[in-house]
């Protein structure tokens, strides 16, 4: 029962959210050009590699879940080469220019997808308050780039008056601050997924991790003020 509360908590979320995003990419005035463009941008390298990145995560779930005794070092294998493939296709997106907005949001779909799975298999308690706040991280994201923006979200960040923010996504975040969360936010539970969880290590992550889960909290709130992202609801209540 909980392997099939979580399959539907990861898959629902996630194909929802492409098929909001491939609606946004379709012109209604010229259905065959906007379907060519769909059909392009599945073959974009860095698309590919996301295509990877998602066998991977499927690998590692199947591994855990259907075999009798998993290899806790195989899964980590296979979650670590999806972590360092979400860098690489970050690069081939800008090297070949190759950014859109469905490559963005299946990116974050991944991203997020990837760490709730980490999540679900570290086993630790509470976890599920991190999945929460990062699928509405991603959903707060979603929602302002497609429906309510076209500058990209991280712009907007880097437009706000919050010098974390700014310095967190400064340089396209690479900066040192940014890799420090993201690697503990890694870290951390893969530790527990190994069964490994290293006083040390923990010790030297979890400030990484907190910091991680408060910047998207607190993106969310800067992106929600910002684009007023439920004032038309607000105002339709009060007609």
Partial sequence: MANIIFLTFLVV????????????????????????KIIAIAFFPCTLVDCIRIILVTWAVVI??????????????????????????????????HQSGFGMALDLVVDVSTATVIWYLSSINLSFIFVLVEWVGAITILYSSFLKSSTHWKTS??????????????????NWLSTYAVIAHFVFPIAYVIRQPQPWLLT????????????????????????????????????
């Fill in 13 to 36: 979320p996630a194909s929802t959210l492409i098929f909001q995003v491939i609606r946004g990419e379709i012109n209604p005035i010229s259905h065959q050009k906007s379907y060519r």
């Fill in 64 to 97: 855990a879940t259907l075999s009798r005794q998993p290899s806790h070092y195989q899964i980590c294998c296979l979650l670590t080469v999806n972590v360092i493939l979400d860098a690489v296709d970050g690069f081939l997106a800008r090297r070949y220019n």
């Fill in 157 to 174: 960040l880097n437009n706000s008056n919050s010098r974390l923010l700014k310095l967190y996504f400064s340089n396209n975040q690479r």
């Fill in 204 to 239: 030297i992550t979890l400030p990484g991790l907190l910091l991680f889960e408060f910047v998207t909290i607190y993106l969310v709130i800067v992106l929600i003020k910002q684009k007023n992202l439920f004032l038309p609801r607000l105002n339709s209540l009060k007609l």
